[in-house]
């Protein structure tokens, strides 16, 4: 940013705010000033209190202490709806777009320009709208076309469609909630541009993340937060990355908690020419083969919707194969259903762990038997033995650190997230199954869940075991896996050693460029 | 200082009248704020114990329910008062009606017996309808065809069974055989299609049910019409699902068979439901399909079998039903039990044994009614109006709930708090007091206002 010596206008100040949650305070008497025309970021790892802090601004959430200023002012920010008066727009981690809905239709969605037909006949103003969404989005660079359907586009071009909503609004101040975490490397560059591109036009930027180097690439300011509270506010231009961690975790850790795989065995899955179709007959995943040996860990990238999930799916047995082969220790597993394939010794954590790995309303000792609830000692003659569903789950319990309120009887539902993916992956691998698949096993989980997780899949390659990991954390990939697989459209377009491998070449191929050498 | 002493006598008073009327509107105001503070206080203080009474999750799903109904009673009360009847008198009347009180005086070989009977025999259908609905809904079905499955069940044991000569320890296992036989493959049907066509059971249930009416009266206008009554022939005493007439005292009575296997089935469905492998298979589809399925558990051969189930409990209701409360099938017309078992599951919780309590609840009202409207000279659709409030107010019982754990959730967070919130509270209420005085003279007021801070700084 071009040093200025005037003194900046401040936009946002946040005196003293304090946001206490049961058993929580999310944050602690926090200050803050952001001037006008500066990108500013919320650094933190997950829990620290960066969303609720975003929250606030936004009118989420109500502060129960402190004051919240706007140029000067001291405002009460009840709803979004006021934040969006007082010029302040969010763009949150997971969209909000309707898809069958033109961009265009999701922008003016609750603030419609209207016409009169003939001076009677009101209408939306479509054509209008349409008009200086254009314009938006070449002043700034968004590069996209309102007359798009969204279901047609990519990720990061919905990313901009929200951000041209805040646009369309007027919006001075742009808080963007972790906006690398589902992009790609390539795509995580251009929007740095736009948002460095938004900031040369004048808007004020809150740029929540945990990622260092983003912070390091475009910001100004930088404040850390820690379980709640502010500890440091500084330029980008005093500080270094090293010193940001330390300050983040309060500790120096290792985020990378690779270990060499040991010894290689002999192949527990193959697949081969792989074909799975959606209800409309395209190819989701495409011709796809490859082999996962015993003390492996075989890890698929690929940006959301390559086929990823499909292919976890298929070889799991919850939707059939249109072509190609499983084959399980060589075993084909074409005529097996999914608990016979469970049986044999598949053991799946599946990417939606509260509809799919779950059952929510079910007590915890119910879920954890989900996959043996029907054999010998949890039932007997047909008649199930609430005795042996409690040993199990607080066995359970004990050795994966799962924390339940009520012990084995906690309905599913009041968990954490981290303790529901946590009783999940405690579940499967007690199956002590030959091949365990992974689908986003740490996704929206706290760092030491993460931690604790990824701990448990490296055991479990050491002790011999299969892995299939699929991830869209392109750092999770490179930090676990031994063999990266990379899917793009539905093809598994490369697959070679991690050694062989640097993060950019991966997400090169996420992206689906590929050089013929 | 010098300014006032220029104004005329004239102003000055005028102004003192000016701050004395403006003292009294603040006054008033302090008390009308007062009150409602006090008021809030109030409000604040009964939903604090209300909320605390009812977390409790063991006794919400028996405590909820029982407070609908006392609040759909006081409603009612308030319509039968304002039609110059007393809501006691109601109450009691049906109570006896139905066999729970004795009335004033009894027909020749009656007796309060006579209407406990009566009453076993309308529950009997309902509760049975009930639990078909409940098996359904655990699966996560919606069976509104109870209904149907009840007539095309009551027809076939009538064709087969009771226009036969069969003897009675013969015709009526056979009779309830056919219901469960019948009721279950029409079920099944239902299940069937959703699982093989994925037809929502809502839409192909429906339809079945006028095919299934239409279907009986074809025939029973067309080879076994009674003349007399314009319904089916009534089936033979034989087959018919009452006993033959047991003398007790005075009175003789014609037992409903259907009554005790109804309460049985209640028993054996919590027990199939929670403590079986299928049961819990049938829960955990209806709780989450994409959850069971991951689990492996085959979730056609799951909803077909919890519809057979359902359909079997509507056909015992079906033959319980045409053969035992009503003298026979009639056609054009589906059993409203079929549609008010429904109500039945839902006012129980969707519980077999809440299915229980909430089919006596029902049958007493219907069946109290006629006695009810003699007595008091109210008309007896006031029984259907109490019925349609209790639904009213369980269907808000849901919502009660999410309230309550959301104030629960509130009331946690802000006791998280309460360290710093019973000072501030006393500190409030100080200064509430002193503001009082404080109308009366300024001078006072200051001085209060800073006690009132002194002491709020003192309980800190």
Known sequence: MPKKEQQHEILLEVKGVTKRFPGIVACDEINLEIRKG??????????????????????????????????????????????????????????????????????????????????????????????????????????????????????????RVEILKMLYRDAELLIFDEPTAMLTPQEIESLLKVIKNLRDQGKTIIFITHKLDEVMEVCDRCAILVRGKLVDVSKIEDTNPREMAAKMVGRDIDFSAKRPAKTVGETVLEVQNLRVEDGTGFPRVNDVSFDVHAGEIFAVAGVSGSGQTELADAVAGLIKAKGGKVKLRGQDLAKLNVRKRSESGIAYIPEDRQSVGLILDFPLDQNLALKSYYQAPYCKTSLLKPQAFSEHANELIDGFDIRCARGAKTTVREMSGGNQQKAIVGREIDQDADLLIFVQPTRGLDIGAIMAIRERILDERDKGKAVLLISLELDEVMDLADTIGVMYAGQMLKVAPASELSTNKVGEYMMGVTDDE | MNKKSKLSPEERELRRLQEESEQKRKRGEHEGRNLLSE????????????????????????????????????????????????????FRSLLAGAGWLPKVNYGGGQSQLTDLVNLATTLTPLLFGALGFVVAMRAGLFNIGIAGQMVLAGFAATVLVGYSDMSALVARPLVLLIGIAVGAL???????????????????????????????????????????SRNARAASAEARLLTEPIQIGEVSARLPVGFLLAIIAAFILWFFLTKT????????????????????????????????????????????????????????????????????????????????????????????????????????????????????????????????????????????????????????????????????????????????????????
């Open chain 2, 39 to 90: 008021l809030n206080n109030a409000l604040d203080s009964a939903t604090r114990v209300l909320v605390k009474g009812l977390s409790a999750h063991k006794w919400q799903s028996l405590v909820i329910p029982l407070l609908a109904i006392f609040l759909s009673l006081a409603t009612i009360s308030v319509v039968i008062l304002s039609f110059g009847s007393s809501p006691l008198e109601v």
């Open chain 1, 38 to 159: 500066e990108i500013y970021a919320l650094l933190g790892e997950n829990g620290a209190g960066k969303s609720t802090l975003a929250s606030m601004i936004f009118g989420l959430y109500q502060p129960d202490e402190g004051q919240i200023f706007i140029r000067g002012e001291e405002v009460q920010i009840d709803s979004p709806n006021e934040a969006v008066a007082l010029d302040i727009g969010m763009v949150h981690q997971h969209f909000k777009l309707i898809s069958n809905y033109s961009v265009t239709e999701n922008i003016i969605l609750g603030d419609e320009p209207k016409k009169r037909a003939l001076g009677i006949f009101p209408y939306v103003d479509i054509k209008s709208a349409e008009a200086h969404i254009e314009n938006l989005s070449q002043d700034y660079g968004l590069e996209v076309d309102p007359r798009a359907i969204i279901s047609d586009l990519g990720v990061s071009t919905q990313q």
């Open chain 2, 277 to 460: 492998k299928q049961g819990f298979e049938m829960t955990a589809v209806g709780k989450s399909p994409k959850a069971a399925e991951y689990a492996g558990i085959k979730i056609g051969r799951t909803v077909v079998s919890a519809m057979a189930l359902s359909g079997a409990m509507g056909g015992l209701a079906g033959v319980t039903h045409y053969l035992a409360s009503v003298p026979s099938v009639a056609p054009d017309k589906l059993a409203g039990v079929g549609f008010d078992s429904i109500a039945v599951a839902f006012l129980g919780n969707v519980h077999p044994l809440g299915a229980v309590l909430a089919a006596t609840l029902i049958a007493t009202l219907s069946s109290g009614a006629v006695y009810m409207s003699s007595i008091v000279g109210v008309r007896q659709e006031i029984a259907a109006l109490i019925t349609g409030m209790i639904l009213l107010f369980t269907a808000c019982g849901g919502y009660l709930r999410a309230w309550i754990d959301v104030k629960k959730r509130n009331m946690a967070e802000s006791d998280a708090d309460s360290s710093g919130d019973s000072s501030a509270c006393v500190a409030s209420k100080v200064s509430k007091r002193e503001n009082e005085v404080a109308a009366e003279t300024e001078v006072e007021a200051l001085q209060s206002a800073d006690n009132a801070e002194l002491r709020g700084g003192d309980g800190k």
């Open chain 2, 186 to 228: 029409a079920g099944a049907l239902i299940g069937f299609m959703k699982y093989r066509f994925n037809i929502h059971e809502v839409v192909s249930s429906i339809m079945l049910n006028n095919i299934f009416i239409l279907v009986v009266s074809y025939f029973i206008k067309s080879y076994y019409l009674d003349d007399v």
